[in-house]
């Protein structure tokens, strides 16, 4: 049986993976559990000397991976060139910080007596990641884990296969001990498998319902775990804000890699005095954006992942134009035109809280908007979803914008366009966004036991 991978920008078939069958997942489990002593008893200063080599590699065959990414999920070049860069980035850090955020720390020091907490690796970590951003999304899974001394066994998207076929290649090429890393291929139900191997963790990113499955097996076999799921984030704009510069920021949280981020603005929340000026504005810049074949450099949006995406798309914007909303830009699907998985950048409004947009992840270029009259009925609608990852506020009054940032229930939230992405600051989120924390110290924590060693000296 074969995992077919699909251009989504054409329906071409680009190739196909073997499935991972249970003796095949079982095998490198076993492998895993084989390596990790070993592993673990690598000093990080060798652990991080090894990972280099992969590192080499992969920037040794950065244009051939971007192209890959682009044909095989949709993502135009230009940005898979720009995450390949930013993900390097953020390996880097992660080398250049460990032995920092690994070594052991005194605690307590009093009559002679003194307290060392060491953090130790977990151990065999099953990482499940997601196909919206192919690269990033398997370098933020596991490679704090492995500098920090776990082993890895990674089920990619069934979405994406030739790029986790890439990346088993890369890791085969670079002679790492046998079973620090290992791969298996498949759909759900390989990941069910892989959750029910001897592992000690996993670490997912992925959708919700997903995620409260794994949690629940976590908790049954007590196992660690790190779930970042989606998310519905708010943008909230007050009557202050300075429009151009406001609208080309929400444009391009929504419309980035065609809607497909977990934290990417996904309702829009609108002071009633400018309602009116925001919607005819973003309207005209939704409409003038440019879809294409995602390895076309003239392209700036390219198509969703799959025909599937697509489906479950329109059927969200059916809904809530059944039920009254009103569409401003966009509303189709231009599969027929274009001949992939295209959708229009689509503006929605007389939303209600029953539209399957607003009580949902919307993982598509489709932005419903909602107004307000006071603060606290903007946060009250910000905070009317059951995700908590990404949010941004806008509003030139700096004590209002803090004001707002600490009532929204959410890990992450940006001001006025800043980023909150960073190497040295964690990302995650609340509620059902998940739990736990990637890149900084906290995601060298989240992958390592805390023990104490108290003794006299």
Known sequence: MTLKSTNPSNYQCLGEVEVSALDDVERTARLANTAKRGWRNTSVTDRVELLRRVYDRFRGRRQELAELESREMGMPLRDALDDFDDTMDYVCWYFENAERYLSPEVTHEADGLIHRVYREPVGVVAAIVPWNFPFSMFVWATLQGMIAGNVVVLKHSEECPLVGKFIEDVFTSCDLPEGVFGEVYGD????????????????FT?????????YRVAGERFLRANMELGGSAPGVLFEDVELERTMASVCGSRLFNAGQCCDGLKRLVVHESIVDRVQGRLAELFSQK????????????????SKGQLARLERQVLDAVG????????GKSLESELGGAFYQPTLLCNISEDMRVWQEEVFGPVLPV?????EEE??????????????????EDPARARRIALAIDSGLVGVNGCSYFAPSSPF?????????REHSKYGFHEVTQTKVVATKE
């Open 378 to 395: 903007a946060v009250a609608l910000a905070n009317d979803t059951q995700y908590g990852l990404g949010a941004y506020v806008f509003t």
């Open 370 to 374: 909602v107004s307000f009259s006071t």
């Open 206 to 214: 992925g959708s919700t319902a997903t995620g409260r499955y794994l």
């Open 290 to 305: 440019r879809l294409g074949d995602a390895l076309d450099g003239a392209t700036e949006m390219g198509p969703l992942v």
């Open 428 to 436: 995650g989120g609340w509620k059902g966004s998940g739990f736990g």
């Open 323 to 330: 039920k009254g909303a009103r569409v401003l830009a966009g």
């Open 188 to 203: 759900r139900e390989v990941g069910k498998w892989l959750a029910h191997q001897e592992i000690d963790m996993i670490q």
